[in-house]
């Protein structure tokens, strides 16, 4: 698809002054951060908590939010995020599709939830696959600003407070701005789809 100058006009436009907007823009090309070596995409799969994110207007207003990647036929992976909404308490979720175009990059997968969808960077930076993985996706538009998106995903709906610091300390010595991560509530889950069980079979 080719995007002229007006396309990329609008696109900033709407991203920057969208009201549910909140997403993190900063001035300059997207980082071309070292990604995780030898990546296994097989000890990758099963399910992943979020515990800290950068601003998304997409994730806006949900609690207990994970995601679970499977393998398909295809060799490509089906993601399913999910979350609750912390206003309604209705679960939310949502099927989408992910795979690494270079087979020399495994950890740098690209991920789409619509067809219409330009698919956007799915970069595991760091993970030892059983406890904690760190991911980055960046857009930049005509190398003059960035959209930034990272998150700190845990194998359980915590995180041991020792290795989010270590995280943390890594990604900003790295020059990611890590002031921008914000916790994602992940209490009361497990209560709230018992809940959503009992609605659904009663
Ligand atoms: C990748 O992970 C799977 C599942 O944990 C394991 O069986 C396999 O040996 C790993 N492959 C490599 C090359 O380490």
């Excluded at 920057?16 to 090309?29: E, K």
């Excluded at 609750?84 to 495994?106: K, L, Q």
């Excluded at 219409?116 to 799915?122: E, K, L, N, S, V």
Aim: charged content about 20%.
């Amino acid at each position: 698809m080719a995007f002229t100058g007006f396309t990329y006009v609008f696109l900033l436009m709407t991203i920057m002054g969208s009201p549910v907007g909140a997403q993190v823009v900063n001035w300059g090309r997207c980082f071309d951060f070292a990604v995780q070596r030898n990546f296994n995409t097989t000890a990758y799969l099963g399910i992943w908590y979020e515990i800290e994110k950068f601003p998304a207007s997409f994730e806006r207003g949900q609690k207990c939010i994970q995601a679970t990647y499977e393998l398909k036929d295809t060799g490509h992976i089906q993601v399913t995020n999910e979350g609750i909404n912390i206003e309604t308490g209705e679960a939310t979720s949502i099927v989408g599709d992910a795979y690494a175009p270079d087979p020399n990059e495994p950890a740098k997968l690209k991920v789409k939830f619509f067809w219409w969808q330009p698919a956007g960077d799915y970069w595991v930076l760091h993970t030892n696959y059983d406890t904690y993985s760190i991911v980055y996706s960046c857009q930049d538009f005509l190398g003059i600003v960035r959209v930034e998106f990272a998150w700190i995903l845990s194998r359980a709906r915590t995180l041991d407070d020792r290795i989010l610091a270590k995280l943390l300390s890594d990604l900003q010595s790295m020059g990611l701005d890590i002031g921008y991560f914000q916790p994602t509530d992940q209490t009361g889950c497990d209560e709230e789809k018992e809940k959503e069980h009992y609605l659904i079979f009663s």
